[in-house]
């Protein structure tokens, strides 16, 4: 089968390789008829990510049809239409007996690796780097999908891949992240980044009761989709200082809730985000957190700062004293997909309301041979690309 | 009100020991000395190096007091640092005491002893203690957990033979026997002399209120006999505590999720894999696609300039 291999940075190939098997029972094979490319994607490509290997087959957005399953399988049939969700999540666990599905104990092979770095260890994910399983990803014409008794939904026939596929991470994503906010009659929210997530944040915080959205990027076509998908005003932060622009906004008072949809690769051209770049290539520090900072500043006292942004190493020079100072609340985490994906497939289908289309944000398809050109014009948003989809 | 600070003075100055706290400024010599001195003597004393890194050092040392001593002879100066250098080095190397490991308080002596050893840790398993208990007691089910564990075979009641993955494939056998078995708590054993290894070790199983499973803590001991260390490398080379702690996690993935997480046998991009030569598929058998029968493109050869596929979707 084809599948989209990482080979180093900035180095995508598609290659020729076997097609999966059943290894563990609870497992189903999956033929992928869609599948997307991922902003954190992007972190592996730049190789960011550690512990990634040659030849690692990448893609953790991704849907199809089932063609096989292992013998405890009892709830799948070969046939079936399935959208994955990009958490690993084995259904028994403390944590996902407590809905924190991507928090689980028993998915992540090698959790000892992960243990080291952070504690304990996170769930295992779709081609996201060995030391969240080395599980391989997606974007490939099959996939192998471990406790497929827990995690996939079926999705019915009659709607297109395009409206479903992003069940499988950012519409959840998106949705949690605003959910984190907690958000009260009255509230205005601030959305950095202007991507997938945070388009799908903005529309979030509209159905959670959100008084005001107000989007924050840098890239023309991104504030526009913002303003007319997202009906968000925007803030252009090459243009205008954000936390200056925001008090201005909201009568002195601030943001009741701001969420960094931008994570650990924030560009920014202020003396903090260049001593991130720097620091990072000299390798003294992983992540590039620019982004949270002005969230931190700029957020008003008591309010919640909620973090859907990827972050992976360590950070420096955060203010946390502004955080504390103020009181914030500050929600974050690998997003609980397994929670969401019934409820926002309610509403995409309507089921009596108008139905919500989440395929606005795509802008580019591709066949799946044409993966190394995707991540490029992804990465370097070129050709005003926003979304790009791989078919297979 | 005013306070006569004066008296109060002189009496915490010790009523005229004045010169010995000018000698013992912190304190450390405490009141008669005495506690004070052994503490200092203890330090002194007291390994902080672990063995390999002690060789390690005494060599190291011992070759740069020669380069010194050399260097010496033909009067470079040079020598003096190297010689320096290599005694401090050869002393920690042959006391097992490091001067600046003591300041910082770091001790790697520990460390070595306990990775050639022994082991505890414990972990939080979703079932009851019975269902736990029961699959451990069948210590026939133990290798498919243990992952250093090749066989365990039970001979009577209390005894087991035990065979364990060796290196240059020759495997470690030895007989064990249950020294204590309370149902449901706690199960003990111990090797019988004369086999390969030295063990011994046990399991408790805790329950926990409030539905949240059993606490099971697992201690284990190996000792390789003399003549079998060479093999027993491979039983201790990943340490003892890391082995116990990916044991115990295989056992709670087992008895939660019924299954062992892995990757192996996954295809990917490299190895054996890395061929770019068409794969026969496992699934094209019903499907009518002609792609199957032609050879796949080479990355890097295929297509053109893709701007006819681009552009769907609601881009402004």
């Not at chain 1, 996902?96 to 959790?111: F, I, Q």
């Not at chain 2, 600070?5 to 010790?14: N, S």
């Not at chain 2, 060789?55 to 001593?69: F, H, I, Q, R």
């Not at chain 2, 030569?277 to 990355?299: G, I, N």
Request: charged share 25%; with cysteine; aromatic share 8%.
């Amino acid at each position: 089968m084809k599948a989209v291999c990482w080979n180093g940075k900035h180095d995508i190939r598609v290659e020729n390789v076997p097609d999966p098997v059943i290894i563990n029972p609870r497992d189903a094979i999956v033929r992928v008829t869609s599948t997307a490319i991922c902003g954190s994607d992007l972190h592996l490509y730049d190789g960011v990510i550690p512990t990634m290997e040659k030849g690692d087959i990448l893609g953790h957005e991704f849907m199809g049809e089932v063609v096989e399953v292992g013998p405890e399988v009892k709830n799948l049939s070969p046939g079936d239409r399935v959208v994955v969700p990009f958490t690993i999540a084995c259904g028994k666990c403390f944590f996902c007996e407590r809905k924190l599905w991507s928090l689980c104990d028993n998915s992540n092979p090698n959790a000892s690796m992960a243990e080291m770095l952070y504690g304990y260890s996170p769930s295992g994910l779709f081609g996201y780097s060995h030391l969240l399983g080395g599980y391989a990803g997606g974007q490939a014409e099959y996939v192998r999908v471990p406790y497929a008794d827990v995690g996939p939904l079926r999705v019915p026939d009659g709607i297109p891949d395009e409206q479903v596929l992003f069940l499988s991470d950012i519409l959840p994503t998106g949705y949690m992240a605003a959910e984190n906010c907690d958000i009260q009659p009255g509230d205005t929210v601030a959305v950095w980044g202007c991507g997938p997530v945070g388009q799908f944040a903005i529309q979030s915080a509209w159905w959670l009761g959100a008084e005001r959205v107000i989007a924050i990027d840098e890239i023309p076509e991104r504030l526009e989709m913002a303003r007319e998908y997202g009906k968000a005003e925007t803030i252009d932060f090459g243009e205008e200082d954000v936390s200056e622009r925001l008090r201005d906004m909201t009568g002195g008072l601030g943001p009741d809730a701001c969420i960094d949809a931008v994570g650990l690769e924030a560009h920014g051209t202020s003396p903090d985000a260049l001593y991130d770049r720097v620091k990072q290539k000299m390798m003294l520090a992983t992540d590039r957190p620019h982004a949270l900072r002005q969230a931190m500043y700029a957020c008003r006292k008591g309010g919640t700062v909620s973090v859907p942004g990827v972050y992976a190493g360590f950070l420096d020079k955060v203010p946390f004293g502004a955080a504390f100072g103020k009181g914030l609340k500050i929600r974050m985490g690998q997003t609980h997909v397994h929670r969401y994906m019934q409820p926002l497939l309610d509403r995409i289908q309507g089921n009596g309301a108008p139905g919500f289309d989440p395929s606005f944000i795509i802008t580019h398809e591709f066949p799946i041979d044409e993966a190394p050109y995707a991540y490029e014009i992804f990465k370097e948003k070129e050709k005003d690309c926003i979304k790009v989809v791989l078919k297979t | 009100m005013q306070i006569e600070t004066t008296e109060i003075t002189l009496e915490a100055r010790g009523s005229g020991r004045v010169g010995e706290r000018d000698r013992d400024p912190w304190g450390r010599l405490g009141e008669r000395g005495e506690r004070g001195r052994r503490k200092l003597r203890k330090g002194r004393e007291g390994k902080n190096v672990g063995r390999f890194e002690r060789w390690v050092s005494g060599s190291a040392g011992a070759g740069l007091v020669a380069m010194g001593a050399k260097a010496l002879f033909h009067r470079k100066w040079s020598g003096v640092l190297a010689a320096g250098l290599g005694a401090g080095l050869l002393q920690r190397g042959i006391t097992g005491h490091c001067f600046a490991y003591e300041a910082l308080g770091m001790d790697t002596a520990q460390a070595s002893e306990k990775a050639t050893g022994c082991a505890e840790r414990c972990v939080t398993i979703r079932r009851s203690p019975e269902d736990l208990y029961r699959y451990w007691r069948n210590l026939e089910n133990l290798p498919r957990i243990l992952e250093h564990i090749k066989s365990v075979n039970v001979t009577s009641g209390r005894e087991s033979d035990w065979v364990a993955h060796g290196l240059f494939k020759k495997d470690l056998e030895w007989t064990a026997e249950i020294i204590e078995d309370r149902e449901n708590e706690v199960i003990r054993w111990r090797s019988v002399p004369g086999g390969d290894v030295e063990t011994s070790g046990s399991v408790r199983f805790e329950p926990l209120g409030h539905d949240r499973g059993t606490v099971v803590t697992a201690s284990i001991e190996y000792r390789p006999a003399s003549s079998t260390l060479a093999r027993a490398v491979k039983l201790l080379r990943k340490g003892v505590e890391k082995r116990l702690a990916d044991d115990l996690r295989h056992f709670k993935q087992a008895m939660e999720a019924g299954e062992i997480p892995t990757i192996d046998g996954q295809p990917s991009g490299r190895g054996r894999d890395h061929d770019n030569q068409p794969h026969p598929s496992r699934f094209r058998r019903e499907e009518s696609s002609e792609k199957s029968d032609e050879p796949q493109p080479v990355a890097g050869e295929s297509s053109e300039s893709p701007q006819t596929t681009a552009g769907e979707g609601g881009a402004s």
